[in-house]
C-alpha cells in the first residue's frame, strides 16, 4: 500500500510541474493581435544573394533542346536522394565564380538569381536565339534541438523560422521558444541572434525569413523529456497510475 501511495504522490507531483508551466511559454507570439502588416514595409524580405560555396541550379531551355542538353549537366531528372540533390548544381568557388559550360569562369557573387539568370542568358544569346535561363539556389537551412537534427531544403527563397520547425517534424510543446538560437554567415560575417518566438516581434525580425545555410537550435525546456505526451517517462507514469487506479478499485471491493 506503501509503494502505491508514493506513486499516486508521483503522479501529483507531475500534475503540478505541469501546471507551474506558463501557458504563455508555450505558445508562439501569444500577444498578437488580428491585423494586416505591409510584407514591403520591413527590411526583413530582402531577397537572397549568392555567396560563396553555394550551389547554384541552372536550367537553360531554348527552341531547340537538342542543341542547349549539354548546358544542363545537373538536370533535375538525373537527381537521386537528398544528399545527391544537395550536392548537385554549380559550386560557388572561394572566389565568387561558377565555371558555366561554353562561357567559362563568371562571377555570380552578391548577385541575386534573377541577376544571375540575366547574366547568362545575356552571354548565351550571341549564341543561341530565345533562350530562356533560370537559376535557382540550391538552399537548405539545419534545424537542431536536443532530440533531433535535420536539413530542411529550401523550396523557395522566403522560407521563414516557423515554416523551419513544422518542416522539422521535431517540435516539442515544451521547447523553449523564447531563447531560439539562429545562427547566420554572409559577407564574411557570422551573425549569432537569440529570437524570442513568443512575442509578436519575431514578425519584424530580419531573422524570419531565413537564409540558405542558416542553423536554426531550440532548446529543451526543463520539463521537454518528462511531459511530452510522447516521452518514455510519461508513458510510464500513466501505466502505473492506470495500474495503481485498477489495484485500489480491486483491493476496495476485496474488503
Given at each position: 500500500?506503501?509503494?502505491?501511495?508514493?506513486?499516486?504522490?508521483?503522479?501529483?507531483?507531475?500534475?503540478?510541474?505541469?501546471?507551474?508551466?506558463?501557458?504563455?511559454?508555450?505558445?508562439?507570439?501569444?500577444?498578437?493581435?488580428?491585423?494586416?502588416?505591409?510584407?514591403?514595409?520591413?527590411?526583413?524580405?530582402?531577397?537572397?544573394?549568392?555567396?560563396?560555396?553555394d550551389?547554384?541550379?541552372?536550367n537553360?531551355?531554348?527552341?531547340?533542346?537538342?542543341?542547349?542538353?549539354?548546358?544542363?549537366?545537373?538536370?533535375?531528372?538525373?537527381?537521386?536522394?537528398?544528399?545527391?540533390?544537395?550536392?548537385?548544381?554549380?559550386?560557388?568557388?572561394?572566389?565568387?565564380?561558377?565555371?558555366?559550360?561554353?562561357?567559362?569562369?563568371?562571377?555570380?557573387?552578391?548577385?541575386?538569381?534573377?541577376?544571375?539568370?540575366?547574366?547568362?542568358?545575356?552571354?548565351?544569346?550571341?549564341?543561341?536565339?530565345?533562350?530562356?535561363?533560370?537559376?535557382?539556389?540550391?538552399?537548405?537551412?539545419?534545424?537542431?534541438?536536443?532530440?533531433?537534427?535535420?536539413?530542411?531544403?529550401m523550396a523557395?527563397?522566403?522560407?521563414?523560422?516557423?515554416?523551419?520547425?513544422?518542416?522539422?517534424?521535431?517540435?516539442?510543446?515544451?521547447?523553449?521558444?523564447?531563447?531560439?538560437?539562429?545562427?547566420?554567415?554572409?559577407?564574411?560575417?557570422?551573425?549569432?541572434?537569440?529570437?524570442?518566438?513568443?512575442?509578436?516581434?519575431?514578425?519584424?525580425?530580419?531573422?524570419?525569413?531565413?537564409?540558405?545555410?542558416?542553423?536554426?537550435?531550440?532548446?529543451?525546456?526543463?520539463?521537454?523529456?518528462?511531459?511530452?505526451?510522447?516521452?518514455?517517462?510519461?508513458?510510464?507514469?500513466?501505466?502505473?497510475s492506470?495500474?495503481?487506479?485498477?489495484?485500489?478499485?480491486?483491493n476496495?471491493?476485496?474488503?
Open positions: 500500500m506503501m509503494y502505491i501511495k508514493r506513486m499516486l504522490l508521483l503522479i501529483g507531483v507531475v500534475g503540478f510541474l505541469h501546471s507551474c508551466v506558463p501557458a504563455k511559454k508555450l505558445y508562439y507570439f501569444h500577444d498578437q493581435q488580428p491585423t494586416v502588416q505591409r510584407l514591403d514595409s520591413i527590411d526583413q524580405g530582402q531577397l537572397q544573394r549568392i555567396q560563396k560555396s550551389r547554384l541550379i541552372v537553360v531551355s531554348s527552341p531547340e533542346p537538342a542543341l542547349t542538353a549539354f548546358l544542363n549537366p545537373f538536370n533535375a531528372q538525373n537527381v537521386g536522394n537528398a544528399v545527391q540533390q544537395f550536392n548537385n548544381g554549380y559550386l560557388v568557388n572561394d572566389k565568387g565564380f561558377i565555371f558555366f559550360p561554353y562561357l567559362g569562369e563568371l562571377k555570380v557573387e552578391g548577385m541575386t538569381s534573377t541577376e544571375a539568370s540575366r547574366m547568362i542568358r545575356d552571354k548565351l544569346s550571341l549564341y543561341y536565339k530565345d533562350i530562356f535561363v533560370n537559376v535557382n539556389i540550391a538552399g537548405r537551412v539545419f534545424f537542431i534541438n536536443g532530440r533531433a537534427g535535420t536539413a530542411i531544403p523557395n527563397e522566403r522560407l521563414t523560422i516557423f515554416e523551419a520547425i513544422a518542416q522539422s517534424g521535431t517540435q516539442d510543446a515544451y521547447d523553449i521558444k523564447n531563447a531560439v538560437w539562429l545562427v547566420r554567415e554572409e559577407n564574411g560575417e557570422r551573425k549569432i541572434a537569440k529570437l524570442d518566438l513568443n512575442s509578436k516581434n519575431i514578425f519584424t525580425s530580419p531573422y524570419y525569413y531565413l537564409k540558405s545555410n542558416d542553423l536554426v537550435y531550440v532548446q529543451q525546456g526543463r520539463n521537454t523529456t518528462f511531459l511530452s505526451p510522447g516521452s518514455p517517462s510519461r508513458n510510464i507514469l500513466t501505466i502505473a492506470a495500474a495503481a487506479a485498477v489495484f485500489i478499485a480491486l476496495n471491493i476485496i474488503r
